[in-house]
């Protein structure tokens, strides 16, 4: 399927003032970004159109705060790490909309890059205020939105400014659409989908859309026990969750030509904690007073088996709790078997990325998507507000 939005690539920008929403909600300590994925995933759009002669105006959120300046949440580190990144000043606005912001903006030339103050910062930004994107179109004459981790949100700066101008694709949004939309229309088979993470709630969406199209689901994590509860199988002091949901899911499954497959042995821990008792069970029947947090080395393995033997693989969700090293073993062998795998390879969601990231495996995978709740609702096949807000491709206005 290709991407029927409009790419930045197409729009005219030389001596325009363009707003880009970019996605650079990054951890920070003591003031200092710890991790400059998201911002370094916004460089070719930002450089593309630096080189293009056009002055940017960058907006993203950053945290929660409540709708009023929190400093504690402040741009200013992501406007100094980005200036480094670029290898030129990134000036921070004294605001969103207020203050001095449109003399600074007025104030840029070409291949400028003025970056405005956490937009949640304005109460209006999640509740799609009209007049707040309005105020923030006026700063500008064409948007581009490239917040792919942002655009299941119908917020002010991802879909209300875009109509007001012309609204083009970055570069980074639209891969991202790209690689997650081949997943599910036109993947080489077999199409093998690994899903862990702790809730099935957050998941049961996608599960149906891939028992649909997928070849196996192969399901692992703290997710798992409600499938297993649903079978009525003991889960001890495990996280178990959805359980209905999951019950559906299984029955849906039957129905399908998808295998859904289940883990075969667990590691079990006594507590949530590195230090605590750890034992591996042959079966998954967890006793009381244990909790399983990993899937077992032969569901390691068989799942490994089947990510190796696939022609494209998705992975979403780590399979155990990673952070702990006793419980690390079936994400890292995961990981290592999507990062080997022959055939395309895509990785989504915020505890894999990281679990990519720990284990030194991030370059290896052929996409790592940069979106958690957008991936999911992508793959879902739920619309989403900041692509659904775009120019089509080919549309023209009378102002772009």
């Not at 912001?101 to 009209?130: H, I, M, Q, S, Y």
């Not at 199409?191 to 199209?213: H, N, Y």
């Amino acid at each position: 399927m290709a991407f029927d939005k409009a790419s930045v690539r197409d729009a005219e920008v030389k001596g325009r003032r363009v707003l880009v929403r970019v996605d650079f909600n990054v951890p920070l300590t003591d003031g200092e970004v710890t991790d400059d994925t998201r911002i370094r995933a916004a460089l070719p759009t930002i450089e593309l159109l630096r080189e293009r002669g056009a002055a940017l105006v960058l907006v993203s959120h950053l945290g929660r705060p409540k709708g009023e300046p929190d400093p504690a949440l402040s741009m200013a580190p992501v406007a100094k790490r980005l200036g480094e990144l670029l290898g030129t000043e990134v000036k921070l606005a004294p605001g969103v909309i207020e203050g001095d912001v449109d003399l600074t903006c007025g104030a840029l030339g070409p291949g400028d890059v003025l970056l405005l103050e956490n937009v949640r910062f304005e109460p209006g930004e999640t509740k799609n205020d009209r007049k707040l994107a309005e105020n923030l179109a006026q700063l500008a004459s064409v948007y581009v939105n490239d917040a792919f981790g942002a655009a299941h949100r119908a917020h002010a700066s991802t879909a209300g400014v875009a109509d007001y101008l012309p609204a083009y694709a970055g570069l980074l949004l639209e891969r991202e659409v790209t690689e997650l939309e081949r997943v599910v229309s036109s993947p080489q088979r077999p199409l093998a989908v690994v899903l862990g993470g702790a809730k099935v709630s957050d998941k049961v969406g996608v599960i149906d859309r891939f028992l649909e199209v997928a070849d196996k689901v192969l399901i692992g994590g703290a997710m798992c026990f409600g499938f297993f509860k649903a079978q009525g199988i003991e889960t001890g002091n495990s996280l178990v969750e959805g359980v209905e949901l999951a019950g559906e899911a299984l029955e849906r499954a039957k129905q399908s030509d998808c295998e859904l497959v289940l883990p075969t042995d667990l590691v079990l821990g006594r507590e949530f904690s590195a230090e605590t008792e750890r034992k591996e069970s042959d079966g998954v029947e967890v006793p009381e007073g244990w909790m399983g947090l990993d899937i077992g080395p032969r569901t390691a393995n068989a799942y490994a088996e089947a990510i190796g033997e696939a022609g494209t693989v998705l992975w979403n969700g780590p399979m155990g709790a990673f952070e702990l090293e006793p419980f690390s073993a079936g994400t890292r062998q995961v990981a290592q078997a999507v990062a080997a795998a022959p055939g395309t390879t895509v990785v989504g969601g915020g505890d894999s990325v990281a679990a990519l990231n720990r284990f030194g495996l991030e370059d290896q995978v052929d996409w790592v998507s940069t979106g958690g709740g957008a991936s999911l609702e992508l793959l879902e096949g739920k619309k989403l507000p900041g692509v659904e807000a775009l120019l089509d491709a080919g549309e023209e206005t009378a102002d772009a």
